[in-house]
């Protein structure tokens, strides 16, 4: 497997520029002429199908939703980041990447992230245009808030919605271009395999969700955009239909996975209330702007909170991080709170959940001004607990949240198969081992407005178009392939629903490769996934026919795919040996601060597929960092 | 808890001339039902309890089970996502329910949202709408910056009000005409209070209003069932704001010569 980023030359702020200009253009005339496949409809998906066809490109877009506008991008709440420096706090494109490299614990591409610094003040401007209605200040002027471990003021948001607003002003570009019959949209369709002709993506297959039928789609190249792969640990706060299904495919048929080890475990989320749960809520980090985390000092204290006098209370991050206190990182926040609850400090029934208190900032500031900033968010969370977070503290626990792992992709975005790009959260993006808040759907649409429209041409400049017609061999081959795996799928009938699987899944990644992750326990992990995937092949009962809407069959695809994917997961934490951002080994660490070994691992780890995930091959892509100097990632 | 549920259940795709097709209610008795469980949890214990005993499990959408992705759609004892107001289904948990209670769970039904399966609906006439005209048509790369037009912060505001539809269709659902107008109204209503956003507010009404004719919503006739069943507390308001835009497109519509000049703007 060759692995050439291609970044561009020059000083890190020309970088960009100069490979627009090196890019080749495909001529006004011919564009029409190419067909690019879409998959997703996510802030990336929609962004980019619209974008290439304003461009003129023929789209096809493709979501298993049933609308474009509910993709889980819907689901972001605080809000979205951009270089603007309205506040003259001493933001600028640079301090911003600057951060991004830190935050990421120096194991992303410093090119790509300088390149996301300056779109991002691009995004906050096409969103304003088309009618996102940003919050704003009673001048007219756009509000911005900190957040997620930033000094500065740069986020931009609409309320607890910010990802609904971005979404739906990407989806109603989207829909222009559908009704102008640029872009052909299919929901309720789930891309199950990739299409590649000598070494090129030159396709799909799908299945149609509502018929059951199986067929392929053509094109001149291919677009992932297909989000993250959170759920593999079951529970997460992602939808519950996102899945890695497409990306697992094409990595099957092909493209390099990157870093999958690396998850982001969010640290202020609702904490698990029973066996019965199918997903976990998230409570935005902007309540880390006024609220307070703390723990009872002793042990296995059952007093109710406000019987908890203060010198008996441990707010622990203000304690370890006096400069960032309540607003360090998530990964250092995460960890921090798996800490004191395995100290056996933790607070609610399960002693699983740290405190998230209010009651500081509602006798500073008035109940009504926290409502109003909040309102939403103390809603939520009363509706789903029964408990009122203005008269007893908020009770919060850590979950998987978000994958900064995915398809590896050059500076272009074009993943290890020629003609397949990876865009949002679905590539391995610029995040590094940690993202930083309200850095996501930055990224999504900085890809997808920005970035594939401009490399996408480079690649199909090379490209005759339309010359891979869906007659091909290889499009039989692989819809056989699809077919076969269905056909097996229902003709199992064992005992087993695949919910099952999964959560037992879920339960080996979240014990063994969650916050924690250590040698022996990730052997373990990699051999009770092993036995697991067997048991599935063997148990599974999945009901019904396969020409007609069978949710069981949709799950139990994206299962098998996570079977194979988790047992990759473990491996490539095993093989990381150092801790860096979201990926903590237990034996790398300075006192619960994690240690990260520059000298071995300073790179991107990338698997080939070989067969069996555990013949999988690991390359590297070595990191440099001539800009951002490696150095100890502190918040102290 | 133990509950009586009584479900429909269609295994063939709604059509005009046959809208239940082979659908009827089916009565299953679950036991242990934790208050704690959403109400989409609870029909996940259902569905876990079916497939073991060989039977196939209830069709319905769902997808964030936080209430922001418009996808769940569940009729619950008469009342779009239940008994509780500003509640979307999948927000909705059992404690709001009596230990013992019996539940009737139907999909929306509404001519212009075909049931696919079993609870789940095809809302695809809400999409043909919004590509009829609900954006404002600027392309990537266009823009100025973004605080170059100050916007009223009430304007946004209420913009923005409207803008937190999730398309979810609850006001369909619970309309006795199954009119739209709600749905519509926010998305006029989004784009009229933003300076960008009313360049075509001409086009936009008239290009709303026709599709949502063309789709077969019924009419409004004014019951605001809309409005409690909305899970995000749309105000009827929207709905003024679309007839006045309508009208006011109408008027901009006459010959040239007695086109008003300006306008309110
Ligand atoms: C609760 C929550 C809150 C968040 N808040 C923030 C925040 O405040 N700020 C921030 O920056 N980030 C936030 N994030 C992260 C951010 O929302 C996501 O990373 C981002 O929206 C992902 O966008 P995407 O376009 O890459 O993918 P998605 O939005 O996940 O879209 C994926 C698309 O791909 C489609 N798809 C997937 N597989 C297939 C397939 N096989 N076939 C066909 N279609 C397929 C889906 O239908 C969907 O349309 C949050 C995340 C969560 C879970
Ligand atoms: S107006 Fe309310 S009920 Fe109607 S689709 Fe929007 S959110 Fe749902
Ligand atoms: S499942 Fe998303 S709103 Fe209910």
Not at chain 1, 366 to 393: C, R, V, W
Not at chain 1, 529 to 534: G, M, S
Not at chain 1, 548 to 576: I, P
Not at chain 2, 83 to 102: I, K, N, V, Y
């Amino acid at each position: 497997m060759k692995l050439d980023s291609k970044i561009p030359d020059g000083a890190i702020h020309e970088k960009w520029s100069n490979r627009k200009f090196e890019l080749k253009l495909v001529n006004p005339a011919n564009k029409r002429k190419y067909k690019v496949l879409v998959v997703g409809s996510g802030l990336a998906g929609s962004s980019a199908a619209a974008s290439l066809a304003e461009l003129g490109y023929q789209v096809e877009c493709f979501c298993f939703q049933d609308s474009p506008r509910r993709a889980h991008s819907i689901a972001a709440q605080g809000g979205i980041n951009a270089a603007k420096n309205y506040r003259n706090d001493g933001d600028s494109v640079y301090r911003l990447f600057y951060d991004t490299v830190k935050g990421g614990d120096f194991r992303a591409r410093e090119a790509n992230v300088h390149r996301l610094a300056e779109l991002s003040v691009n995004i906050i401007d096409q969103a304003v245009a088309q009618g996102v209605p940003f919050a704003r200040e009673y001048s007219g002027l756009l509000d911005n808030r900190s957040f997620g471990g930033a000094q500065v003021s740069r986020t931009f948001y609409a309320r607890g919605q910010t990802g609904q607003q971005l979404l739906l002003g990407a989806y109603s570009a989207l829909s222009r271009q559908i009704g102008l019959k640029q872009v052909k949209m299919f929901p309720r369709t789930e891309m199950l395999d990739l299409v590649v002709v000598d070494g090129h993506a030159k396709g799909i297959v799908v299945r149609d969700l509502v018929t059951g039928e199986i067929r392929t789609h053509a094109g001149d190249a291919v677009v992932l955009a297909t989000g993250g792969y959170g759920t593999v640990f079951y529970l997460s706060t992602n939808a519950m239909n996102c899945n890695v299904t497409a990306t697992w495919r094409s990595h099957k048929r092909g493209a390099g996975f990157a870093n999958p080890c690396y998850t982001q475990i969010h640290p202020t989320c609702i904490p698990v209330s029973g066996d019965h749960q199918s997903k976990l809520t998230l409570m935005s980090e902007s309540l880390r702007n006024d609220g307070r985390i703390w723990v009872p000092t002793k042990k296995g204290d059952k007093r109710k909170a406000a019987e908890i006098p203060d010198n008996e209370r441990d707010y622990y991050l203000e304690r370890k991080y006096p400069s960032f206190g309540n607003l360090a990182p998530r990964d250092i926040a995460s960890r921090a709170a798996m800490q004191v609850c395995d100290e056996g400090r933790g607070v609610g029934d399960t002693g699983l959940g740290v405190y998230l208190d209010f009651r500081d900032s509602i006798q500073r500031l008035g109940k009504d001004a926290i409502a109003a900033k909040y309102g939403n968010l103390f809603h939520m969370y009363a509706k789903i607990t029964a408990e009122d977070p203005y008269s007893q503290p908020m009770r919060i626990f850590p979950a998987v949240h978000y994958t900064m792992g995915g398809l590896w992709v050059d500076y272009d975005l074009q993943s290890t198969i020629p003609g397949l790009f990876v865009c949002g959260e679905a590539n391995f993006s610029d995040h590094g081992a940690n993202r930083l808040g309200a850095s996501a759907l930055m990224q999504g649409l900085a890809d997808g407005y920005f970035v594939i429209p401009y490399t996408i041409g480079g690649y199909l400049a090379g490209q005759k178009p339309g010359a891979v017609p869906q007659s091909h061999p290889e499009f039989g081959k692989a819809t056989a392939a699809v077919q076969e795996m269905t056909k097996r799928l229902l003709g199992i009938q064992g005992k087993r629903s695949v919910d099952d699987f999964h959560k037992a899944l879920g339960k080996i990644m979240w014990s063994k490769c969650g916050m924690a992750r250590n040698e022996k326990g990730l052997q373990q992990a990699i051999a009770d996934i092993q036995t697991l995937r067997a048991e599935f092949w063997r148990d599974v009962k999945v009901l019904g026919g396969d020409a007609t809407v069978n949710q069981s069959l949709e799950k139990a695809g994206r299962v098998a795919d996570f079977l194979e994917f988790g047992e990759l997961t473990c491996r490539d934490a095993l093989e990381r040996r150092e801790s860096c951002g979201g990926h903590f080994r237990e034996e790398w660490q300075d006192a619960g601060e994690a240690k990260r070994d520059d000298e071995n691992f300073c790179h991107v780890a990338v698997w080939e597929h070989k067969g069996e995930p555990r013949q999988a091959v690991r390359h590297q892509e070595p990191l440099a960092f001539e800009n951002v100097h490696l150095a100890v990632r502190s918040y102290k | 808890m133990k509950l009586t549920l009584h479900i429909w259940r269609q295994q063939k795709r709604s059509t005009k001339d046959n809208f239940a097709q082979d659908g009827k209610m089916v009565r299953y008795e679950l036991d242990h039902v934790s208050p704690d469980m959403s109400f989409l949890e609870m029909l996940d214990v259902l569905n876990e309890q079916l497939t073991r005993k060989g039977e196939e499990p209830v069709v319905f959408d769902h997808d964030c089970r936080e209430g922001i992705c418009g996808s769940c759609s569940l009729m619950i004892n008469g009342e779009a996502h239940g008994p509780q107001s500003g509640t979307t289904t999948c927000q909705l948990h059992m404690r709001s329910f009596q230990d013992g209670a019996e539940i009737w769970i139907e999909p929306w039904r509404a001519a212009a949202f075909p049931v696919i399966k079993d609870l789940m609906v095809d809302r695809s006439a809400f999409d043909r709408i919004v590509q009829a005209g609900a954006f404002i048509s600027v392309n990537t790369g266009a823009p100025q910056d973004a605080n170059a037009i100050p916007v009223p912060k009430a304007d946004a505001d209420k913009a923005f009000d409207a803008a937190t539809c999730i398309g979810c269709g609850a006001c369909v659902a619970a309309c006795k005409n199954a009119s739209a107008m709600l749905f519509v109204g926010a998305k006029v209503s989004h784009f009229v209070h933003l300076p960008q956003g009313r360049v075509e507010r001409e086009t936009r009404a008239r290009k709303l209003v026709a599709q949502m004719d063309a789709e077969g919503f019924g009419n409004c006739t004014n019951q605001y069932e809309c409005e409690a069943a909305c899970p995000k507390d749309i105000p009827v308001r929207v709905i003024a704001e679309m007839n006045r835009e309508f009208v006011r497109a109408k008027a901009v519509e006459e010959p040239p010569s007695k086109k008003r000049v300006g306008g309110d703007g």
